[in-house]
């Protein structure tokens, strides 16, 4: 197959995104570059919808490999990938959508690599694991000192959610009420009570079925599928500059089993929800 041929032109390869965006936004989408770090549930999944809708480079971050467990939610995941680097194979997935993406790989994020994932990035899309907290802090920290913003949107029973933390607005620290003295579970509670605020999913579970001591979250592949349409459908406007979701303080909660979907404002962030009870 000739990759280089005009069938695999940027123009020809996204002509039918023409008409809900326009030629010149194309070509834009083509210069910009994304930052996913994590390969697995909703990592592969936002990578893979921002390039098929013309994305030109993507940072991908991850030093996970796939396994049966994962089969269930992560698309990246089947027999023949089992055992493989879930960074490696959405790499390929990616050159198999656009020969001519500009892809770089990481093996995760760590103080020592976090400026290079995080070199000329126009956009994050957080895909990290759950359980993922002290990477994740550095990661928003470092995108915010360089002015880039950072999309996260986490599925949880029938729904997702969706926060934007652009460079002016409330921190990811701020807002989930982080800091250093507190404990790996105490923060991990906070980052979980500001993911959910609505807690939607309580109107047909009784939890969120959070396994802290196995470190597992209970998931379905649609629900990680809406949560790559959320952070889709945010990061394609940001990236072109039109107005989409407000920043933290607000963030977003749709869930489909329970008929709802919220713009929650926290004036204060997770600290909103102490003072609510």
Known sequence: MNTNSKDYEHANLFSRMVGIVSNEELELLKTKRIAVPGAGGVGFTHAETLVRMGVGAVNIADFDIFGPENMNRQFGATVSTIGQEKAVVLDKRLHDINPNINTKVFDGIKEENVDEFLAGVDLVCD?????????????????????????VSGPVGFGASLHVF?????????FFNINPEQSTDEKLKNFGMGLTPSNLY????????????????????????????????????????????????????????????????????????????
Do not use: W
């Open 202 to 277: 309580l109107n047909y579970q009784d939890t969120a079925n959070l396994d802290f001591e196995a470190k597992k979250v209970a998931s379905l592949s649609c629900s990680c599928l809406l949560a790559s349409t959320l952070t889709g459908s945010s990061s394609l406007l940001q990236l072109l500059g039109k107005q989409s979701f407000k920043s933290a303080p607000y963030c977003y909660q749709l869930d489909l089993r329970a008929f709802k979907f919220e713009e929650v404002y926290l004036p204060l962030g997770v600290a909103s929800l102490a003072n609510q009870k």
């Open 166 to 174: 652009s460079p002016d607005s409330m921190s990811f620290e701020e």
């Open 127 to 151: 895909a990290m694991d759950y359980f993922v907290i002290e990477p994740r802090i550095l990661m928003y920290r470092r995108a915010r000192e360089l002015g880039i913003p950072v999309i």
